[in-house]
Every structure is written in C-alpha cells, then in structure tokens.
C-alpha cells in the first residue's frame, strides 16, 4: 500500500474495554464508515440551497455517528490485524502497517469534521458551508481509499483468510515433518557409516590372518626347494671339478711330447 503522501508516525491512546471484541467484525463497519460520510456530503450540498435548520442538526448527528465508527472500525481493525499478522508475506504486513498507520488518521479527521461542523452551524455563513463540504469530500476520498487498501490485504494477501490460514498452518506442518524426517534421515545415515566403517574393519582384520598364513605356507615350499637345488648344485661341483682333473692330466701330458 502506498500512501499518496509520506505521513509521520502517529497512534491512538489505548483505552481498556470492557468487552472483549470479536474478530472479523470490522468489514462490517467500515462500510458504515465509508457509506456515511456520502450521505452527509449529499445532505450539506442539498442544504446550500434549502438552509434548513434541522437538515445542518441532522447532518451533525451523522458526523458524530461516522467518528463512532471510525473509532469502532479502528479497534475493530486492530483486532483482525494482530489475527492476520503472522499469515501474511513481508509485502502484505507492510501494507497492514501503512492501512493502520490512516486509519489512525482518519480516526482523528473524523474528530475534526465534528467540531468543523459546530464551528459552521455557530457562524451560519454560506463560506463556511462551503469549506465544511470541501473538507468532507477530502474525508470522502480518503475513506475510500482507505477501502481500496483493505479489500487488496484481504483479496491480494489473505487477510482474515480463513483458507489463507489453514494453508498456511499446513504448510508449516508438512515443513517441521519435513525436518523431522531430514533429522532422522541424518541419524539413519550415520549409522549407515558406522555399520560400514565397522564392516570394513571386520573384513580387514580377517584377511590379515589369512596373508599370514598363505606366508606360512609359502616358506616352508621354498625351504624344500633350496634343499632341493642345494645337493644338484654340489653334485654339479663335483662333476665339474673331476673334469677339471681329468683335463689337467692330458694337457701335461700334451706337453710333455
């Protein structure tokens, strides 16, 4: 919502009530608070010509009705608003904000139309009808403005949407299973890693016995082997070295012819 002027901050006194409001009951005002200042605008301009006395006391009774209601559609409002404060985005609660921050205004501008009316009605001068009438179609305007910006909270963000709100609360419950079943994914995982990392270390451990023995086994083949080859490798040295000693004979003998 985007007001046509940045207005400063203001606030309304809270009053204790006896009465607990209920929600979802300031829809039903705010339509008498936009629908009433129509009808004294009508009634002020038909009374620039007419100047009867009792049509200017009845026009008084209905601005101090419209600031009853603006009081009544406020609190009313206040109300619904803490109701639909947590369903709404950052961009609808902002707009909440700035729809409650006029409404005071409003609150206030209703106050004022009351004691500008007392002020025309003592001075009895058509100029001062005039301003009145000016100043109550700026009030006009501003209402329903004011009416604009709430239908948009409630038909653009879901304000006060009971749907909105139970959609709302479903999504965040299909959001905390999510996360619960994410925390037990995360424990089943884990374990999943024990059991692996312990399987792992089961299955080493039992190859390491087994190399060992397959050594074991090895060795003594080798052992038998080298016994083997030890008495062909000494028989070869005698064969050689009795050859030796039949060569060396002749090759004397050789010589000596």
Not at 6 to 32: G, K, M, N, R
Not at 52 to 77: C, D, E, K
Not at 185 to 210: G, M, R, V, W
């Amino acid at each position: 919502m985007s007001l046509p002027i940045d207005l400063p901050a203001i606030s309304i006194p809270e009053i204790p009530l006896p009465i607990e409001i209920p929600e979802i009951i300031h829809p039903a005002i705010v339509h008498f608070a936009i629908a009433i200042p129509v009808i004294i605008f009508l009634l002020e301009i038909y009374n620039l010509a007419a100047k009867r006395r009792t049509i200017s006391a009845f026009s008084l009774f209905l601005v101090i009705l419209v600031a009853v209601v603006m009081v009544g559609a406020y609190l009313t409002g206040a109300v619904d608003g803490k109701a639909t404060w947590d369903i709404l985005s950052t961009d609808g609660q902002a707009d909440l904000k700035a729809h409650k921050l006029l409404g005071t205004y409003l609150v206030y501008a209703s106050l004022f139309l009351v004691v500008l009316k007392l002020l025309v009605m003592a001075v009895r001068k058509t100029l001062g009808r005039l301003f009145f009438i000016l100043v109550l179609g700026g009030f006009i305007a501003l209402t329903l403005f004011q009416g604009k910006e709430g239908g948009e909270l409630v038909y653009k963000y879901g304000a006060n949407s009971q749907v909105v709100a139970d959609m709302k609360s479903d999504g965040d419950d299909a959001k905390e299973e999510l996360e619960e079943a994410e925390e037990k994914l995360a424990e089943l995982q884990e374990k999943f890693d024990a059991l692996s990392s312990a399987d792992k270390k089961e299955e080493a451990e039992a190859e390491t016995p087994a190399v060992e023995e397959e050594k074991k086994e090895e060795t003594p083949e080798a052992d038998k082997a080298e016994e083997e080859k030890a008495p062909q490798a000494a028989e070869d040295d005698k064969k050689e070295e009795a050859e030796s000693n039949e060569t060396a004979p002749s090759t004397e003998t050789n010589s000596s012819n």
